[in-house]
């Protein structure tokens, strides 16, 4: 059987709702004869409403020339009967998230459509084999998961099941393109890319609270304040629904044998229980009745003053300091000490190095040149520490005050990530190019993981790695070979075998 993309004229689209409206919408917008398909007419009478509405508004804004938006209306029907795409030379399924109910869709639509129309499931993280399991030709079946809202997010996940015909895939990829938007090939798998990789930065933000090293309003102001990131791990899980967010990431974990890296933590789970869900029902890690925290402004430089201190390891990192008027001496047995772990903790470090604890401070340097540190100290404090923290914020610095943990807060979570995105490419479930899209584009990080491994020294975050499993004796941190074997060699992480 052959699957060509140019066969390509009628696309059915089964669902109604947001994902459905919106594959439909961009279908129909670039010149493809559409039929959408739900068992409920309200929906699919509201569907069409919305988007025509949507057209209409691209008008408006200059998006779309009007005769355009008209042909394109015209391209779209709306149909509660199955047998209406029998003419149509591919379906794309965007209905409920259940295996069941696909597989009983899909082996209904073999007697339904002709033998070489595809049969594309937009599945979120369910596998594209199973969903198969049912039909007889299972070589047609495929993966096109979009994300939401569609006709903005650029990124589709394309994927292939273990019988899927590689021109099925072909064909579905350059579907992708002719959408307008950017696909990229996943293996089939628990998450695809975009689910699975967006787990780390999730619960390593959960595991960092669990321990009782910062709040969620914290964590998520160093995240955005440090890493650069549009929203924290607790405000994006708010946003989405942890209702949403636990299932996948325990579905996420148990379809990978309880890979401890992919571990959330017990209070998400509670959260669920507790109906804490988000946004969506005014509470979950945040009170929206509330006003919701804002992020601070760096403080302005004072006149420049000198701090001396004891440091006595890695004393290169303090160069962004040294800059501000900090200044090395020897140790007189007064002068505050400063160290800059790399995924080790205060506590760790001082025992290691032989240190006073109540002199000491470790500072995270990670991201002084977004004008905040984040500093912590062994259990019990540093007598130092407010003198440390003042100068600091003296020298125009943010900081943030946590209590000890190994990698801090940003590196920590940043490594992870990195890490992930690293074991995904080890066990080949997206090529690096395609990680690095895939991770942009339909997460919306600030930076590709395998670059931004690159740029700061996969060393460097094979050593914050080592150091967070050394120091909390937890597989959680077990370094990806990928990272590990590219940290030796001196290679980049998107090196591909």
Same mark, same amino acid.
């Given at each position: 059987?052959?699957?060509? +993309?140019?066969?390509?004229?009628?696309?059915?689209?089964?669902?109604?709702?947001?994902?459905?409206?919106?594959?439909?919408?961009?279908?129909?917008?670039?010149?493809?004869?559409?039929?959408?398909?739900?068992?409920?007419?309200?929906?699919?009478?509201?569907?069409?409403?919305?988007?025509?509405?949507?057209?209409?508004?691209?008008?408006?804004?200059?998006?779309?020339?009007?005769?355009?938006? *008209? *042909?394109? =209306?015209?391209?779209?029907?709306?149909?509660?009967?199955?047998?209406?795409?029998?003419?149509?030379?591919?379906?794309?399924?965007?209905?409920? &998230?259940?295996?069941?109910?696909?597989?009983?869709?899909?082996?209904?639509?073999?007697?339904?459509?002709?033998?070489?129309? /595809?049969?594309?499931?937009?599945?979120?993280?369910?596998? /594209?084999? @199973?969903?198969? =399991?049912?039909?007889?030709?299972?070589?047609?079946?495929?993966?096109?998961? $979009? +994300?939401?809202?569609?006709? #903005?997010?650029?990124?589709?996940?394309?994927?292939?099941?273990? *019988?899927?015909?590689?021109?099925?895939? !072909?064909?579905?990829?350059?579907?992708?393109?002719?959408?307008? =938007?950017?696909?990229?090939?996943?293996?089939?798998?628990?998450?695809?890319?975009?689910?699975?990789?967006?787990?780390?930065?999730?619960?390593?933000?959960?595991?960092?609270?669990?321990?009782?090293?910062?709040?969620?309003?914290?964590?998520?102001?160093?995240?955005?304040?440090?890493?650069?990131?549009?929203?924290?791990? +607790?405000?994006?899980?708010?946003? %989405?629904?942890?209702? %949403?967010?636990?299932?996948?990431? %325990?579905?996420? $974990?148990?379809?990978?044998?309880?890979?401890?890296?992919?571990?959330?933590?017990?209070?998400?789970?509670?959260?669920?229980?507790?109906?804490?869900?988000?946004?969506?029902?005014?509470?979950?890690?945040? !009170?929206?009745?509330?006003?919701?925290?804002?992020?601070?402004?760096?403080?302005?430089?004072?006149?420049?003053?000198?701090?001396?201190?004891?440091?006595? &390891?890695?004393?290169?990192?303090?160069?962004?300091?040294? &800059?501000?008027?900090?200044?090395?001496?020897?140790?007189?047995?007064?002068?505050?000490?400063?160290?800059? #772990?790399?995924?080790?903790?205060?506590?760790?470090?001082?025992?290691?190095?032989?240190?006073?604890?109540?002199?000491?401070?470790?500072?995270?340097?990670? *991201?002084?040149?977004?004008?905040?540190?984040?500093?912590?100290?062994?259990?019990?404090?540093?007598?130092?520490?407010?003198?440390?923290? %003042?100068?600091?914020?003296?020298?125009?610095?943010?900081?943030?005050?946590?209590?000890?943990?190994?990698?801090?807060?940003?590196?920590?979570?940043?490594?992870?990530?990195?890490?992930?995105?690293?074991?995904?490419?080890?066990?080949?479930?997206? @090529?690096?190019? !395609?990680?690095?899209?895939?991770?942009?584009?339909?997460?919306?990080?600030? +930076?590709?993981?395998?670059?931004?491994?690159?740029?700061?020294?996969?060393?460097?975050?094979?050593?914050?790695? &080592?150091?967070?499993?050394?120091?909390?004796?937890?597989?959680?941190?077990? #370094?990806?070979?990928?990272?590990?074997?590219?940290?030796?060699?001196?290679? @980049?992480?998107?090196?591909?075998?």
């Amino acid at each position: 059987m052959a699957y060509a +993309f140019d066969d390509i004229k009628k696309v059915g689209v089964i669902g109604a709702g947001l994902m459905g409206a919106g594959i439909a919408q961009v279908l129909a917008t670039v010149g493809y004869d559409v039929v959408l398909n739900d068992m409920n007419a309200e929906a699919l009478a509201k569907a069409k409403t919305d988007i025509e509405g949507r057209i209409d508004r691209m008008v408006e804004k200059g998006k779309l020339e009007a005769d355009a938006a *008209a *042909a394109a =209306k015209g391209r779209l029907t709306t149909s509660g009967d199955l047998t209406s795409l029998a003419d149509t030379q591919m379906v794309i399924e965007a209905i409920i &998230e259940r295996l069941d109910i696909k597989q009983s869709l899909f082996a209904e639509l073999e007697g339904i459509v002709s033998a070489d129309c /595809i049969l594309a499931s937009n599945t979120s993280s369910l596998s /594209i084999a @199973s969903i198969a =399991k049912n039909c007889e030709n299972r070589a047609r079946v495929v993966g096109m998961h $979009f +994300f939401n809202p569609v006709p #903005p997010m650029k990124l589709v996940e394309v994927i292939g099941g273990a *019988a899927t015909d590689a021109g099925v895939v !072909d064909a579905t990829y350059e579907m992708g393109k002719a959408m307008g =938007k950017v696909p990229v090939i996943a293996k089939d798998g628990p998450g695809f890319i975009v689910n699975l990789g967006g787990r780390a930065y999730y619960t390593e933000g959960l595991h960092i609270e669990a321990e009782g090293v910062a709040p969620p309003e914290q964590i998520d102001r160093i995240m955005k304040m440090a890493g650069g990131f549009r929203m924290g791990p +607790f405000e994006l899980m708010d946003l %989405t629904g942890i209702d %949403t967010n636990f299932p996948v990431s %325990t579905f996420i $974990f148990n379809g990978y044998h309880s890979d401890a890296r992919l571990r959330t933590t017990p209070r998400h789970g509670y959260m669920v229980e507790a109906g804490l869900l988000g946004r969506k029902v005014g509470r979950g890690f945040y !009170d929206y009745a509330q006003d919701l925290p804002k992020l601070p402004t760096p403080p302005e430089a004072g006149p420049r003053t000198s701090l001396t201190a004891v440091l006595p &390891e890695r004393s290169d990192a303090f160069a962004p300091l040294v &800059e501000k008027g900090l200044s090395a001496a020897e140790d007189d047995g007064k002068a505050p000490i400063l160290v800059s #772990p790399l995924g080790e903790d205060c506590t760790s470090t001082v025992a290691r190095l032989g240190l006073d604890p109540k002199r000491t401070v470790a500072v995270d340097l990670s *991201a002084v040149e977004r004008g905040i540190v984040t500093v912590m100290t062994a259990p019990g404090g540093s007598d130092v520490l407010e003198a440390v923290t %003042t100068w600091l914020a003296g020298a125009g610095l943010h900081v943030e005050v946590i209590k000890d943990s190994p990698g801090f807060v940003a590196p920590r979570i940043i490594s992870m990530i990195v890490n992930l995105c690293c074991e995904m490419a080890q066990i080949g479930v997206g @090529s690096p190019e !395609d990680l690095g899209k895939a991770m942009t584009m339909g997460l919306n990080y600030p +930076f590709n993981p395998l670059e931004y491994g690159d740029k700061v020294g996969a060393d460097r975050v094979l050593s914050i790695m &080592e150091g967070l499993q050394s120091t909390t004796g937890s597989e959680r941190y077990r #370094p990806s070979l990928w990272l590990k074997r590219r940290a030796l060699l001196g290679l @980049s992480l998107s090196t591909a075998d």
